[in-house]
């Protein structure tokens, strides 16, 4: 309407235009067999760092999603402390670095299991 007023813009109205992602929902917990990886990641977390697991929402995607929506596959996000991901500050706490390399490893072979070699 304002644009209609405007004796540039009144022959080229602006144009708005979502270049943005939208893609559907997914919610980890709503998938039947999610519960044992992400007990065994809570344990595992906790062995190695002597606290609780926490969870956050990610607002954005990763492959996990399409695991999930499309294979049927849990898959969790899981990972060292960082801070303005993508950012142009972005950093990597160097002790969690290592700290959530143990969980990993520990998960792997508590979910796969070891064989003597």
């Not at 929506?69 to 950093?91: K, M």
């Amino acid at each position: 309407a304002a644009a209609a007023k405007d004796r540039h813009m009144s022959n080229r109205p602006p144009e708005i235009v979502y270049q943005g992602f939208m893609a559907e929902g997914f919610a980890l917990e709503d998938m039947a067999n999610a519960a044992a990886p992400i007990s065994l990641l809570e344990n595992c977390h906790q062995q190695v760092y002597g606290e609780a697991l926490g969870r956050s929402v990610i607002t954005g995607t990763t492959d996990a999603r399409f695991f999930g929506l499309y294979a049927d596959t849990p898959g969790l996000v899981y990972g060292p402390r960082s801070v303005d991901v993508h950012g142009f500050n972005e950093w990597v706490d160097l002790e969690s670095v290592r700290k959530s390399t143990q969980a990993i490893a520990l998960f792997m072979a508590n979910w796969c299991g070891l064989e003597k070699s």
